[in-house]
């Protein structure tokens, strides 16, 4: 049986592996500074097979960088072992009810880093749609501070929080001389990551302000390529002005918009079908009259300059030297034949062309300015004061906003992803747009645990971080919308928080730990771990949804997980027999997973690959 790797990918060398197999001729080995042999890429040989030039440092080239971009690079690829775990007693039924965990939406408290890392192998190009709301960086907001590697006087300067992984957030004022790239070294590594969650066909929203618009546009032409950018849309924000120093009122931000390679357009804008009516009762259905005249003189389009005459009351229309007819005599005389002119009873008025509905493409592509016809942050305030009784934070996105988003970027049973989940207005919105629509979109939203600080009003309420904040706004607004609506759609969410490991250091470098106990060598799991915890660390490993459907059931006396309907057969016990190996066998799982060391005997290992041999070889079989 082969280990479970229970960490993250390693990208760096999955991108190395994607690239000696293209160019397998370019791999060699060297000597490093310290005399080790190590692997290395020929450049010359890669400039041969490419047949382009390769940059080096020093030469001048068009490029976007900032201090420490190369360590935000390593940081977005580098693994991490760590793991999420589930918090039933803040899960929510699919029903509404609490503590169930049969809700297909997920909800993940910790570090979007970690987070992002943590469903890679999971989600990798199964997300539909990515909204985020980042911090805009105006000296106020808090960023993440990802590099803690700093002295006590750099950490006093910084003033700022930590969260439980070591991670801390930091006031970013205007005085940092690292004010612009502390923001892009938070952000271009997340961003990083979250493109190899969209689907092909998938789209990234981004909202952002003027502060680092400008920053924020060239990172996504650098990772998700210059073609990639769909549009910039312009939100309106406000009604109201305020003064600043630059006598001027900013009342809008800005939601970039980026495409994955195979996204064909938008949905597009509903048109509006007030002005068509069938005063004729034409068999077509209701239409429009329509301009039937171009913008071109006789002189330019002599073969439209002529006299249109009306077949049945003999009447002539004269043409206009500056804007002759739209159609040539024989294109003319087709479209009286099937009757879409309308010829009005005074020869000095124009002539019409009918524009029947049902020929018309239900929707238009969306204008730039689309947007400032949504909500303003006034709407997002008065949804968190309806739910709560008060207003907790006073930027809250409007949920018509972020419905407006899904609705031109997804389909009906698509996966949004929002890993800057804030107050949570996206599955807000999400389930809004379930129940109106019967869609089966689902959501998964990342919150850092940010503390709400003693005297805000969130925190004089109860709650005492933004997570906390988030998840009560689901449930209310779930219920809300139940009551309001009762859409049979799901009202829950599963919640996880970011972990260490269920393993011990043991388990990832054997060869480090001296001295090992017999006790503490089979038993690589921490003490408090519970079986349901390394499944779902067992499930990340092995790319299976966490939304999965998770049944327990007992085979021989012992506990055994059933996931996605018996894709992945799991079982943690100890002393496990014959017996259960040979049901779980015969019930012929894709992925069946045991702890190492925990057969009950060496009768039962050694006779463990035979078992599965004779009853399921093609399950994988796999041990932690």
């Known amino acids: 049986m082969d280990k479970l790797k229970m960490h993250t990918p390693d990208i760096a060398e999955q991108n190395y592996k994607k690239l000696a197999e293209l160019f397998p001729d370019a791999v060699t080995e060297i000597k490093d500074e310290d005399g080790n042999t190590v692997r290395a890429i020929d450049k010359n040989v890669l400039m041969q097979e490419i047949n382009t030039k390769v940059i080096d440092d020093g030469q001048e080239r068009y490029q976007f960088t900032w201090p420490d971009k190369r360590k935000s690079m390593v940081m977005a690829n580098a693994p991490i072992s760590k793991t999420l775990r589930l918090e039933k007693e803040k899960s929510v039924g699919r029903d509404g009810t609490p503590g169930g965990v049969d809700s297909e939406n997920i909800y993940i408290e910790g570090d979007n880093l970690d987070a992002l890392k943590l469903l890679q192998e999971t989600y990798l190009g199964k997300v539909k749609m990515i909204y985020i709301d980042p911090p805009y960086n105006t000296g106020n907001d808090f960023i993440y501070e990802d590099d803690f590697a700093q002295s006590v006087d750099e950490y006093a300067d910084n003033s700022g929080q930590t969260d439980e992984e070591g991670n801390r957030l930091v006031q970013n004022s205007e005085s940092n001389g690292r004010f612009h790239t502390d923001w892009l070294n938070m952000i271009y ?24 618009f400008g920053n924020l546009k060239k990172i996504c032409d650098e990772i998700f390529g210059t073609q990639s950018f769909l549009a910039t849309f312009v939100w309106k924000r406000r009604s109201s002005s305020q003064l600043d120093k630059s006598k001027c009122s900013t009342d809008h931000e800005y939601v970039l918009a980026y495409k994955r390679e195979k996204f064909t357009a938008l949905r597009g804008i509903d048109k509006d079908y007030k002005g068509y009516s069938n005063p004729d009762s ?151 747009l379930n129940a109106e629509d019967g869609g089966k979109r689902k959501y998964i939203l990342v919150q850092l645990q940010e503390e709400t600080g003693q005297k805000s009003e969130a925190y004089k309420s109860g709650f005492k971080n933004i997570c906390d904040v988030g998840e009560e706004r689901i449930r209310r607004a779930g219920k809300k919308i139940k009551d309001e609506t009762g859409a049979d759609i799901d009202y829950g969410f599963r919640c996880f928080k970011v972990d260490s490991s269920n393993m011990k250091d043991v388990y990832y470098a ?48 012992k506990k055994v997980f059933s996931v996605a309907d018996g894709y992945l057969l799991a079982c943690f016990d100890k002393n496990v027999t014959e017996e259960t190996v040979i049901e779980i066998a015969k019930k012929r799982p894709f992925y069946a997973v045991f702890r190492d060391n925990s057969m009950a005997n060496d009768i039962v290992a050694a006779n463990f690959e035979q078992i599965f041999e004779t009853y399921s070889p093609e399950t994988v079989r796999k041990v932690l």
């Open 189 to 212: 590594p997340r961003l990083r990551l979250a493109k190899d969650l969209l689907a092909p066909d998938g789209l990234i929203f981004i909202s952002i302000d003027d502060n680092e």
């Open 282 to 432: 034409d068999p077509r259905g209701p239409w429009t009259p329509g301009d039937l005249t171009v913008g071109m003189t006789a002189d330019m389009r002599p073969n439209q300059y002529y006299d249109l005459v009306d077949p049945k009351t003999g009447k002539v229309y004269k043409p206009n030297y500056n804007r002759v007819w739209s159609y040539i005599p024989e294109s003319m005389n087709q479209l009286i034949k099937e009757n879409r002119i309308v010829f009005p009873e005074d020869t000095s008025k124009r002539p019409m062309r009918k524009r029947f509905a049902s020929e018309l493409n239900s929707a238009t592509n969306p204008q730039s300015t689309w947007l400032s016809d949504v909500g303003m942050n006034i709407e997002g305030t008065k949804q968190m004061y309806d739910l709560f009784g008060k207003s907790f934070f006073p930027y809250t996105k409007p949920m018509s906003l972020i419905k407006s988003l899904i609705l031109q970027a997804t389909e009906k049973d698509s996966i949004i992803v929002d890993f800057f989940s804030g107050s949570a207005t996206t599955a807000q919105a999400a389930m809004q």
């Open 510 to 557: 054997p060869a480090d730990i001296e001295q090992l106990s017999l006790d503490g060598f089979e038993d690589n799991i921490k003490e408090d771990r519970t079986p349901e915890d390394l499944l779902i660390q067992v499930m990340l490993d092995l790319g299976i949804l966490l939304s999965s459907d998770i049944e327990t059931q007992e085979i021989a006396g």
